[in-house]
């Protein structure tokens, strides 16, 4: 079957590719470590054409892209939307690439403008868009990552959101802190004991940097690194998370938007909390939500 399109997520630090035909099914698919950062400042479309090629993609085969391709500093910023934001209507400010003989689209970001409550997010409103098409569910959505976004949606909008650098956090305490030789050892994993604690400690209202230091006291006192101080840390961090986001929470489940650690992490700290959650792949919705936009812009007999 010929593709209809070719849908790219283009990360900071990772590339995707898949060619898509006309019902959005996978004909085929690449992947790399070339994201933003290995393209800048003129590597895009050189990277984008090598991909192409290896999959047979025809020359005149139109391409959606998400992600930090369209970033300040990326192959060519595609302004954010404010929210709140239609997450079907998200194709409409996509930004066309000139200069090139291919028609390639990078969707826009959306930020949130309001005083005190300044806030960005370039790429998950993808998926956000793919989870809409796919299901038509509104409430409050998680994206856990280096940079975790809780976001409300209702009716098809993205209503507003917050980021917390759970992820991010926890690369640099594990990494560059005092508490770098006390969370050396073990996983992380969420099944430990120490991970559940962790979690129903910051969710009965705990001091976030109290905590912290409990890791290296009890690393002293004891006289070792203790080795469940991985799953600590990882249950302290996102522990305080869920408690500053379930207020948004009016009623019903959290649909998380993970897979793998990240998704078995969330799900068990979201059960302590309470709260009910259905999990979705975000991989799946960000390639669904690409396609949702490359229909809308390149419907049968509307391609330029």
């Not at 283009?10 to 898509?20: A, D, H, P, S, V």
């Not at 300044?118 to 998680?142: H, I, K």
């Not at 980021?163 to 006390?182: K, N, P, R, V």
Request: aromatic share 6%; with cysteine.
């Amino acid at each position: 079957m010929a593709p209809f399109c070719a849908a790219v997520d283009w990360g900071t630090t990772n590339f995707r590719l898949w060619l898509l035909d006309a019902k959005g099914e996978v004909l085929a698919e690449r992947s790399s470590s070339e994201g933003m950062c290995a393209c800048q400042p003129d590597r895009f479309e050189s990277v984008l054409e090598m991909h192409l090629a290896a999959l047979g993609a025809p020359a005149g085969l139109p391409v959606i892209v998400a992600g930090m391709a369209g970033a300040r500093g990326g192959w060519r910023e595609a302004p954010y939307r404010d929210a709140p934001a239609s997450l079907e209507g998200l194709y409409r400010d996509a930004v066309k690439i000139d200069g090139i003989a291919r028609d390639v689209r990078i969707l826009p970001g959306v930020c949130q403008r309001e005083s005190g409550r300044e806030d960005v997010m370039r790429g998950e409103e993808t998926q956000l868009a793919g989870a809409w098409a796919e299901s038509r569910t509104s409430g409050l959505f998680c994206l856990p990552g280096t940079h975790s976004k809780w976001a409300r949606v209702e009716e098809g909008r993205l209503l507003g959101f917050t980021t917390f650098m759970t992820g991010e956090l926890f690369s640099i305490i594990s990494q560059h802190s005092i508490l770098h030789d006390m969370v050396v050892s073990g996983g992380g994993d969420s099944t430990s004991p120490a991970f559940r604690d962790a979690v129903s400690e910051m969710l009965d209202g705990a001091g976030l940097t109290g905590k912290l230091f409990s890791i290296r006291a009890a690393s002293l006192l004891g006289g070792d690194a203790a080795p469940d101080g991985k799953a600590r840390l990882s249950g302290l961090l996102i522990g305080a998370e869920i408690a500053a986001a379930r207020k948004e929470l009016k009623s019903g489940a959290v649909t998380l938007i993970a897979s793998g650690m990240h998704a078995r992490a969330y799900e068990t700290a979201l059960s302590i909390a309470g709260i009910g959650c259905r999990t979705l792949d975000g991989q799946d919705l960000v390639r669904r939500g690409l396609y949702s936009a490359a229909v809308a812009l390149w419907s049968e007999g509307t391609r330029e």
